[in-house]
């Protein structure tokens, strides 16, 4: 039963929206830059750039932890930061339904203010569309981002350099911002408060310690899943992980198991995964120095063995293959 | 210390220790299967098959309610959807269900007023706020959702509500358990629901024991109660003692929930029902008794006809279900097959086997 519409499904970071991909570089073509990473990293005459863009539907528009124009400037911030740029400039476009009141407005843009503040980057551009009630949902933001980086970290984003042996770290808990946004829809209550956080500051700290880091990726849509096994699968190696090492706050485990979700699979929205060689042992320090790192752990191990996939070892020693997910957990979350 | 019913469960030193005794005392090949998709989930999820000794092998059951709906009850709550002024409220799981033609997820996008809810209650509380609409849910599941189902029409029609219909699938598990053994399937002993047995209590079984000469165990969902549920199979097998058995003590009471056995028995009768895979079983479903008529869906819409395609395009499912293949046998996992693009309906069901297969299986070699 292959849809031939636009469905859900296709915007959920997983299968559909890869095939969707697809279809745009088929037609528009290869542009010499790898443009399948977060942003596309080229060479000017005065230096290498990351360039990235990204668009914010989030439903509702505040949730526990942040509100959309937070998420609008730290979702685009921390695409450049994990391809190892310094992310400067940012610009923001605004789709408003009619109706739309005015103070709402000016809550978020007073939210991305300090946000792009924060961050330490300037929204120096942007645009602005009223569309009629129903032509969308009170808001849409995009943001795109330029950045800077050194030539040596152009190659951070595809994860070209990781080898055997090298440690996965993340920054902390997992899975909270989906389930804050999941719970506020659905009048849940608990203490889930969404992650949502430029990691900028945390990566650049990290990328002047050494040069052991190999990889990084920020674990949004799809969530650790997606991310880890679509680098075995680039990469063509394994990639051991062990349940119990995962960060997951208890509040998030619990309501898991209530709904029947898998944390590996839930979205984040202040989460970097950093596959680091020799010498990561300091990248872990300094991330546990930095505020937005306090959690942070190894969580695996790149292996020769089983190329291509992520095999976990569960909590009680069994082991499982992690895949990509299928499908959409919870539409609009982003 | 704060018993959380959960880590105690998951502990593995004692998790290893009971499979070492499972270790001490199996001998001979043995084939269990869990009848419910909770079971299948937690195997799955927690690795247990590659914990086991290779002379136990587990089999998935019939117990996952999307799994054995059949094509005919999607294509009927679709042509009900598609009614005027019907609002079809249905649980997350049903949506991606393909009936012969479509899905409830196809007729959603084409923008039939499609909602999906978390409870049979949500789909109450949406009748009372839109009096001009009528509301309708499809009741899937066992003996574990028919009293909600039950209830939330109990509810309806004590508070007047005249505007809220069940669109009934409900079906009870002890005939397709022994209809499972008729067809021939082989196993030595099923770990039983332990959901359905708090409800129905653990006498349901008997028959199979007397009769089948089957043990039957029933048991918790945790890798701690599944690991015990299997070691209590395998002693009864290695022992030839056949029993029923209740591992699952913390929960299930011999004589299980009485007021809700009542109101399945006041608002349901059984009549012959459809499983997909597995075809018609005598008294395996639940429909709307007279008193209760007025709840019934069907009344609503001239329901398609039913085309006996239940097993076409290659899809293996009724043998997966009856526990005769497993979905790696299956040539369409994981290729035409995927939880995105379900060709059976067990690759929809977050506990269908071939979904747990896809989602935690093919366990790591």
């Not at chain 1, 890869?18 to 000017?44: N, R």
């Not at chain 1, 991305?112 to 120096?124: L, S």
């Not at chain 1, 350099?161 to 389930?179: F, P, R, T």
Request: charged share 20%.
């Amino acid at each position: 039963m292959s849809s031939k519409i636009i469905t859900i499904d296709h915007g959920s970071g997983g299968k559909l929206t890869l095939d969707l991909i697809e279809m745009f570089t088929d037609y528009f073509g290869d542009s010499g830059i790898d443009s399948m990473t977060d942003s596309a990293v080229f060479s000017t005459d005065s230096g290498t750039a990351a360039f990235t863009t990204d668009s914010y539907v989030v439903n509702p528009l505040h949730f526990p932890g942040g509100d959309i124009g937070k998420l609008a400037v730290c979702g685009t911030v921390n695409d450049l930061a994990v391809s190892g740029a310094v992310p400067k400039y940012l610009s923001c476009a605004f789709i408003l339904e009619e109706g739309l009141e005015l103070e709402e407005l000016e809550t978020i843009v007073k939210s991305m203010a300090g946000t792009a503040e924060a961050a330490d980057v300037k929204i120096v551009t942007g645009d602005t569309k009223v569309v009629e009630r129903g032509a969308c949902d009170k808001m849409f933001i995009n943001t795109s981002g330029v950045g800077f980086l050194k030539d040596k970290h152009s190659s951070l984003g595809s994860g070209i350099n990781v080898a055997e042996g090298d440690k996965i770290l993340i920054n902390g808990n997992i899975g909270d911002h989906g389930l804050s946004v999941l719970s506020i829809r659905n009048s849940f209550s608990n203490e889930i408060k969404s992650d949502c956080a430029p990691l900028n500051g945390l990566i650049t700290t990290c990328l002047e310690i050494n040069d052991c880091i190999h990889f990084m990726r920020d674990a949004t849509r799809g969530g650790l899943a997606a991310v880890l096994t679509e680098l075995a699968s680039k990469i063509k190696a394994g990639i051991n992980m062990e349940e119990t090492n995962i960060p997951v706050a208890e509040s998030t485990r619990g309501l898991c198991e209530l709904l029947g979700f898998d944390p590996l699979h839930l979205a984040n929205e202040g989460k970097v995964i950093i596959v680091a060689g020799k010498g990561w042992e300091d990248i872990l320090k300094t991330m546990k120095n930095h505020p937005l790192g306090r959690k942070s752990r190894v969580i695996g191990t790149i292996v020769n063995d089983h190329p291509g996939r992520v095999v976990l070892e569960t909590e009680i020693g069994g082991s499982r293959i992690i895949d990509i997910p299928a499908g959409m957990q919870l539409p609009r979350i982003c | 210390m704060v018993i959380k019913f959960v880590d105690e469960f998951r502990n593995k030193d004692l998790i290893l220790e009971a499979v070492e005794a499972i270790r001490n005392i199996s001998v001979k090949p043995i084939t269990l299967m869990e009848v419910c998709g909770g079971h299948t989930m937690s195997i799955h999820k927690f690795g247990i098959p590659s914990l086991l000794p290779d002379n136990i092998k587990l089999l998935s059951g019939p117990g996952c309610p999307v799994c054995v709906t059949s094509r005919h009850f999607i294509d009927s709550a679709a042509a009900c959807a598609g009614e005027k002024d019907i609002i079809l409220t249905t649980l997350g799981d049903l949506i991606r269900v393909p009936g012969t033609e479509t899905s409830l997820y196809s007729e959603k996008s084409k923008g039939r007023d499609i909602r999906i809810v978390y409870s049979v209650l949500d789909a109450l509380k949406i009748a009372g706020k839109n009096p001009d609409k009528k509301i309708v849910f499809p009741g899937i599941g066992f003996e574990t959702t028919a009293p909600l189902s039950a209830a939330a029409i109990m509810d309806a029609k004590k508070s007047g509500l005249k505007n809220f219909y069940i669109l009934s699938a409900h079906k009870v598990m002890p005939p397709v358990m022994t209809a499972l053994i008729d067809e021939g399937v082989k196993i030595n002993g099923y770990i039983c629901p332990g959901h359905v047995s708090i409800i129905t209590g653990t006498g349901i079984y008997k028959p199979i024991v007397d009769n089948y000469g089957l043990g039957c165990v029933v048991g918790g969902f945790e890798p701690l109660d599944i690991i015990q549920s299997i070691y209590m199979l395998v002693k009864q097998f290695e022992n030839n003692k056949p029993a029923l058995e209740n591992q699952y003590t913390r929960a299930v009471a011999p004589e299980g929930n009485l007021k809700a056995q009542e109101m399945i028995r006041r608002v349901f009768r059984t009549s012959p029902d459809w499983w997909r895979g597995i075809g018609t079983i005598p008294e395996s479903g639940l429909i709307l008794t007279e008193e209760f008529k007025e709840f019934d869906a069907l009344q609503l819409f001239d329901p398609p006809e039913m085309i006996n395609s239940e097993t076409d395009r290659g899809c293996i499912c009724g043998e997966i279900l009856k526990g005769l293949k497993t979905p790696a046998e299956c040539p369409l996992f994981g290729k035409i097959c995927t939880p995105v693009d379900p060709v059976g309906a067990c690759m929809v069901s977050g506990e269908g086997s071939c979904a747990a297969w896809y989602r935690y299986g093919r366990e790591a070699s």
